[in-house]
């Protein structure tokens, strides 16, 4: 996945997939439990992806279904989205990612990690990626799939590929 991106951590290891067992962890793990993700049924990797010939060493992320910061995803710009787009602080066109909140595009983690300074600094939750297309939340410090976030994913996907998901 894309580089997470979580606020004030502080330690570096925001960019690195969670390790606690509910959410990310060998094929045993059960993928969901109760609270941000609104308590979905739990099963486990194996269940997900097909059976019992899933290496143990295996792991997935899956994201949030709901977070209590959805609600502050802004409408898109009347332009759309630019993938390509460099990060404004530094002008750097490697794994940047789009603040959700103001359109803002800054790099990740792995540059000079710009976008994480914009979220401490701003208090902006929700950030896409433009290398994978997956959305981070800071305060959740999780990824989050939810149809709020379908028009922003359609839109990153429209100026990535040239159409939109599907084609």
């Not at 290891?13 to 739990?42: C, K």
């Not at 059976?51 to 279904?65: H, K, Q, S, Y």
């Not at 300074?117 to 939750?125: K, L, P």
Request: charged content about 15%; aromatic content about 6%.
């Amino acid at each position: 996945m894309a580089d997470q991106q979580p606020s004030g951590s502080g330690d570096g290891s925001h960019d690195r997939p969670p390790t606690n067992g509910s959410r990310s962890s060998d094929a045993m793990a059960t993928t969901s439990e109760e609270g941000a993700a609104g308590g979905v049924e739990s099963s486990t990797i194996r269940d997900l992806i097909g059976g019992e010939n899933v290496p143990d060493n295996m792991f997935a992320v899956v994201p949030l279904t709901w977070c209590p910061h959805l609600e502050a995803v802004a409408t898109l710009p009347g332009d759309g989205l630019d993938a390509s787009a460099l990060c404004v602080t530094c002008g750097d066109a490697s794994e940047n990612w789009v603040c959700l909140h103001c359109y803002q595009v800054h790099c990740g983690r792995f540059v000079k990690e710009h976008m994480v300074h914009h979220g401490e600094t701003t208090g902006h939750s929700l950030v896409l990626s433009y290398a994978d297309l997956s959305v981070w939340c800071y305060p959740c410090d999780f990824y989050v799939h939810n149809e709020v976030l379908l028009p922003a994913k359609r839109a990153a996907h429209l100026s990535k590929f040239g159409c939109l998901p599907g084609c």
